[in-house]
C-alpha cells in the first residue's frame, strides 16, 4: 500500500491499519467496525481488491454500499484510475486495461472481472473471489425490520454462496444503531466471522475505549483530539458517538440534559420566527397533542421558543388557534410550516381551505419528515433520530432558549426518545427545516395598543402552554 498508493496514504500508516492489513491476508469472513474519517473505505475497497486481483487472480470481485453512486464516484472511478494511470503498478503488472471497462462492471487482461453497486442491485452470474462490503446500511433502512431481514438474507442467501471455496468476504462500516447489521455480526460470539472493533478513542493492546483526552486518539495524525472535539461539538453527542465511537447509544443516553436548557426573559429586539405544526389525528384526550410552535432566531442565531399550543381541540378549533397565533405575530413571522404527506395531508390541505374561507393568506410551507445534517449530508428520519440530530447540539451549544412557564416543553426535551408525549419537541425539530435570519426591529407602540395587546397576550397565553 505505502509503495504503490503513497498518494491515496497521505498520512503515516497507523498501527491499527497494519493490524487491518494482516486480517485482511487471510481467507476468511471478515467485519470490522471503524470510525467516520478513517480510511476504511480506501483500505477494504480500493487497496485490498486491486491487491487481490493482481496476486490471487482467481475469482471475479464484487464491491457493494449502500449508495451505488458512492461506489461509482468514491470507488470504481479511482480503481480504475490506478490501472490506468499508476506508472509503478503498469511497470510491474503491465496494462490491465481492456475494452470492457465500464463504471459498475470492468475486467482486467488477467480475466479478473470488477464489479460494483449498491447493495439492493442485481447481481452477474458467476462466482466471487471477494466481496467487499462498505457502510451498507442508512439511518432510514436500520429503523426497519423488514429491511434488516432483507439485508441479512442478502448477505447470508446470496452473496455468500456466490463465493469460489476459499473465497473471502469483509465488511466495513461504522455502527449506526444497536440494531444493525454490522453490530449484529460484531456483537455475535462464535459466528464464525473474523472482527475488529475500534473508535476514535481507543486502546489498541487491550482493546477498549479510551477517555476523549488528548494522547488517546486512534490515529492522532489524522483527527486528532481538538477536531474530533470540535466535530463532536457541531454534531452533538449523540452523533459523534455514532460516527466515531461506534456507540450509537451514547453513554450520555439522555440527547438534552438539565443543564443545558436556557431561559429566557426577555425577548431579543430584532428577530424573525416561524410557526410550526404537528397536527394529531385525534381529538380523544388520549391521543399525541394537536401542537404549534412559534420560534424566533435572533441575529446570534440563537433560536427562542416563544409559545406555543399544546390541546386536544377539535381540528377546526385548533386551525383557528393557528391562524390566530400568525395574526398576532405576522409581522416577525417568515413562514408557517404544516407537513404534507400521508394521513398529515389531509390536514394541511382543510387548513388552506380555513384560511381561505376567512380571506386570510399566512406563508404556509410543507416540512419533510427528515432532517438533514449540515456539513454530512446525513438524514435522520424518525421522530427521535430528527429531532436529537436537530436540537442536541443547540442545546449543547447554549443555542436554544425557552420561557420558565414552558413546563411541557422541558419535560419534552428532557425525555426525548423516552417519554409518550413528544409533539411540543417534534415542531422544536420541524423549525429547523424552515428557520431564516432575516430580523425585523421590535415595532415601538403607544400605550393604548400595548394594553389591547396585552390583553389579546393573556387570552392566547390561556389556550397556549397546554393549559
Known amino acids: 500500500a505505502r509503495d504503490f498508493f503513497p498518494h491515496l496514504l497521505n498520512k503515516s500508516v497507523p498501527e491499527f491499519h497494519k493490524e487491518i492489513y494482516g486480517d485482511l491476508l487471510n481467507p476468511n469472513y471478515y467485519a470490522c467496525a471503524a470510525p467516520r474519517g478513517h480510511a476504511k473505505s480506501t483500505i477494504g475497497l480500493i487497496i485490498k481488491p486491486i491487491h487481490y486481483a493482481l496476486f490471487n487472480a482467481s475469482g471475479d470481485i464484487t464491491l457493494l454500499s449502500a449508495s451505488e453512486s458512492f461506489i461509482v464516484n468514491e470507488i ?44 439492493g442491485g442485481q447481481l452477474r452470474g458467476g462466482r ?5 462490503l462498505d457502510d451498507l446500511e442508512t439511518n432510514e ?45 460484531i456483537s455475535t460470539p462464535d459466528n464464525g466471522w473474523t472482527k475488529r472493533f475500534y473508535a476514535a478513542y481507543w486502546d489498541l493492546k487491550n482493546k477498549c475505549m479510551l477517555p476523549q483526552e488528548k494522547g488517546n486518539e486512534l490515529w492522532a495524525e489524522m483527527l486528532p483530539h481538538e477536531e474530533l472535539q470540535r466535530r463532536k461539538q457541531v454534531q452533538g453527542t449523540n452523533s459523534f458517538s455514532s460516527e466515531y465511537l461506534n456507540t450509537p447509544v451514547s453513554d450520555e443516553t439522555q440527547p438534552i440534559k438539565e443543564g443545558q436548557i436556557r431561559y429566557w426573559k426577555e425577548f431579543p429586539q430584532t428577530y424573525s420566527s416561524v ?17 404549534c410552535s412559534h420560534i424566533a432566531i435572533d441575529q446570534q442565531m440563537n433560536r427562542y ?36 404527506s400521508g394521513v398529515e395531508k389531509s390536514f394541511f390541505d382543510s387548513f388552506l381551505k380555513k384560511c381561505d374561507e376567512r380571506k386570510l393568506y399566512p ?12 456539513g454530512t449530508s446525513i438524514s435522520q428520519r424518525g421522530k427521535k433520530a430528527r429531532c436529537t440530530a436537530a436540537l ?3 442545546f449543547e451549544q447554549g443555542k436554544y432558549f425557552i420561557h420558565p412557564d414552558h413546563i411541557e416543553a422541558r419535560e419534552e426535551l428532557l425525555t426525548i426518545g423516552s417519554s409518550r408525549w413528544d409533539d411540543l419537541v417534534d415542531t422544536m425539530a420541524y423549525a429547523e427545516q424552515i428557520l431564516v435570519p432575516n430580523y425585523f426591529p421590535i415595532e415601538k407602540v403607544d400605550e393604548h395598543t400595548q394594553e389591547i395587546r396585552q390583553h389579546e397576550e393573556e387570552e392566547r397565553i390561556n389556550f397556549a402552554y397546554g393549559l
Do not use: M
Request: with cysteine.
Open 305 to 340: 421558543l416563544a409559545s406555543y399550543i399544546r390541546t386536544h381541540a377539535p381540528i377546526g378549533e385548533f386551525q383557528d388557534a393557528i391562524i390566530n397565533l400568525w395574526l398576532q405575530n405576522k409581522n416577525t413571522v417568515t413562514a408557517v410550516g404544516i407537513p404534507n
Open 76 to 119: 470504481t472511478r479511482k480503481i480504475k484510475h490506478e490501472f490506468e494511470h499508476n506508472e509503478l503498478l503498469i511497470k510491474l503488472f503491465k496494462d490491465q486495461k481492456t475494452i470492457k471497462w465500464a463504471e459498475t462492471y470492468f475486467v482486467l487482461k488477467n480475466g479478473v472481472a470488477f464489479e460494483a453497486g449498491g447493495i
Open 363 to 374: 406563508p404556509v410551507v410543507e416540512l419533510k419528515n427528515a432532517f438533514t445534517q449540515t
Open 141 to 185: 433502512t436500520v429503523e426497519s425490520e423488514e429491511q434488516r431481514s432483507k439485508l441479512r438474507d442478502r448477505v447470508n442467501k446470496e452473496l455468500i454462496p456466490k463465493l469460489i471455496p476459499g473465497g473471502q468476504l469483509i465488511y466495513f462500516g461504522t455502527i449506526i444503531s444497536p440494531l444493525c447489521y454490522l453490530n449484529s455480526i
Open 275 to 291: 410557526l410550526t405544526v404537528d397536527p394529531a389525528y385525534s381529538d380523544d384526550e388520549k391521543a399525541d397533542f394537536k401542537t
Open 392 to 394: 442536541q447540539p443547540l
Open 128 to 132: 466471487r473471489g471477494l466481496i467487499a
